[in-house]
């Protein structure tokens, strides 16, 4: 397996995965959390990562992209700094249980160390649905800080 950050020029490759990921989440939950427009996605993966705002590192099988992880840089007090954000992250779910998503964590591990940040930070899908993505995270040094994700959409 092969792991690089990407440029604009696989945009709709990440885009097409996070819809997977999207889909995956609805299914397994049996509610609708996103509205992901793929047209929309790609155009705003392209100009989050050509602006810098989005750093994503792609797991390619051959030529193929099969799973990635999407960051970007936050700031807080209670991190003392900068840190990174793991705003997605998927694998196909033939490639799972095979290391695949162990090595992107280190790809991503290694990123973040590169650009100085404190610490990872992420959500995971909703639970119980999703307890197997909790302890994939755990197992690779992740720890349960507590609370829950929240939104206010504004329209």
């Excluded at 299914?27 to 990562?49: N, P, W």
Aim: charged letters at 25%; hydrophobic letters at 35%.
């Amino acid at each position: 397996m092969k792991y690089h950050i990407i440029d604009t020029s696989q945009s709709d490759d990440i885009a097409k995965l996070a819809v997977c990921l999207t889909n995956e989440i609805i299914e397994r939950t049996g509610t609708q959390h996103f509205d992901v427009d793929m047209s929309l996605a790609i155009k705003l993966c392209d100009d989050y990562v050509s602006n810098g705002l989005y750093h994503v590192i792609a797991a390619y099988d051959d030529n193929e992209i099969i799973g990635f992880g999407a960051l970007c840089e936050s700031h807080s007090l209670y991190a003392q700094g900068a840190f990174g954000i793991i705003q997605e992250f998927y694998v196909m779910p033939k490639y799972r249980s095979s290391d695949i998503g162990k090595e992107l964590i280190l790809e991503i591990i290694t990123f973040a160390k590169s650009k100085n940040w404190k610490r990872l930070e992420l959500c995971t899908p909703p639970l119980p649905e999703f307890n197997r993505t909790v302890d994939f995270y755990q197992d690779n040094g992740f720890e349960i800080t507590g609370g829950y994700k929240m939104k206010l959409t504004l329209s």
